[in-house]
């Protein structure tokens, strides 16, 4: 049932907030240790500089504590927390130590769909809500330096770390999620994987040739579902795997780069991270205002593809 139901409570976000590790390394830094160019990377990715460090607890904790100020929410009205991560620190109860680090006194857990991750923690959190729930903290936060084979060219450019948070309030109506997808194919699950403890492996070219079509075929369903065609879209947030996927995503839409959140060239893939960094970084910067509808897409590991429309500000 991917449209949101008629009358059931619904949602709205009411604080973001990200975490970038300090430590920048940027293209010249990967020329020192790999063969390779800013060049090339620039060119093939849209990546010019990376951030690296922290944990998945640490820097959760800081892009939460984030969302929680904004909104205005002391912890104990927080009713769940879901963490989307592909990159725990433990095989379990990440999501627990971030929630006693915050402070917050209710059920935690993580929630592992890849780079699609953030949006089906979002989806998720809605039906948090339309079940009772009233304040739902969502974060996104991946720590991909730490399953990243450094000495591997075709894959150490790509991949970095963040965390991004959103405070979802629960509101009478049917809030601002107008249409959701989620999607997965395990047949193509051999193109992009890690073992557990192991590091990322990719096939590159055909990940990317899957990922626009993926991404569109989800992007379609949502926006359908929430009655809408692209025309209709103020912003775009896709998830930031490459610039060219963005790009090409873009164009198959017929929406002009324009209206596209991009933070690949500071962020490089956070996974998890990179939705809700690039909508909160779009947020900041005051390119949405109420009543505009945004399209959150992303694509990863798995396969799995999500997206969701949101009208910004809620309706009734
Ligand atoms: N520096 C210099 N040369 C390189 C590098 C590098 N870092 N990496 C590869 N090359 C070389 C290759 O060896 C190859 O050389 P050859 O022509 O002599 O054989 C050449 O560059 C072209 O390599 P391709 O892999 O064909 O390059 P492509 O244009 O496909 O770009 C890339 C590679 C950037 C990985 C692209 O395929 C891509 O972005 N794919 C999608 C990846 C993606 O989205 N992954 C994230 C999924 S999200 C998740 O769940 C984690």
């Not at 998890?272 to 109420?290: F, H, N, Q, Y």
Request: charged residues 20%.
């Amino acid at each position: 049932m991917p449209a949101t139901r008629q009358g059931a409570t619904g949602a709205v976000i009411s604080g973001w907030g990200i975490a970038l590790p300090d430590k920048v390394v940027t293209n010249q830094d990967l020329e020192a240790t790999l063969d390779t160019s800013d060049e090339w990377i620039v060119t093939r990715t849209g990546i010019r500089e990376r951030r690296i460090g922290g944990s998945t607890v640490s820097l959760s904790v800081s892009s939460g504590q984030a969302a929680l100020d904004l909104a205005g929410v002391t912890p104990d009205r927080i009713d769940a927390l879901v963490v989307a991560t592909t990159t725990p620190d433990r095989q379990w109860g990440t999501a627990p130590m971030i929630q006693d680090q915050l402070g917050l006194r209710c059920g935690a857990y993580e929630l592992n769909a890849a780079c699609s991750g953030f949006v089906y923690a979002l989806v998720n959190a809605h039906g948090l809500i339309a079940m009772g729930a009233e304040r739902v903290l969502v974060i996104g936060t991946d720590t991909l330096s730490r399953i990243t084979d450094w000495d591997d060219r075709a894959t150490a450019p790509l991949f970095a770390d963040a965390s991004g948070a959103v405070v979802l309030e629960s509101v009478d109506g049917r809030g601002q999620l107008l249409g959701w997808d989620l999607d997965a194919d395990g047949s193509a699950s051999e193109l992009l994987w890690a073992t557990v403890g192991g590091t990322i492996n990719m096939e590159g070219k055909e990940v990317f040739r899957r990922a626009v079509r993926i991404m569109m075929d989800s992007a379609e369903k949502s926006m359908r579902h929430a009655g809408i065609t692209a025309d209709d879209l103020s912003l775009i947030v896709p998830h930031q795997a490459n610039i060219r996927i963005i790009q090409a995503a873009c164009e198959r839409l017929g929406v002009d780069m324009e209206r596209a959140a991009v933070t690949i060239d500071h962020t490089g893939n956070t996974s998890s991270a990179s939705i809700p960094v690039a909508l909160a970084e779009a947020l900041d910067d005051g390119r949405v205002k109420t009543g505009d509808h945004i399209l959150l897409v992303g694509f990863g590991g798995g396969m799995t593809a999500a997206s969701a429309v949101l009208r910004w500000g809620g309706t009734s």
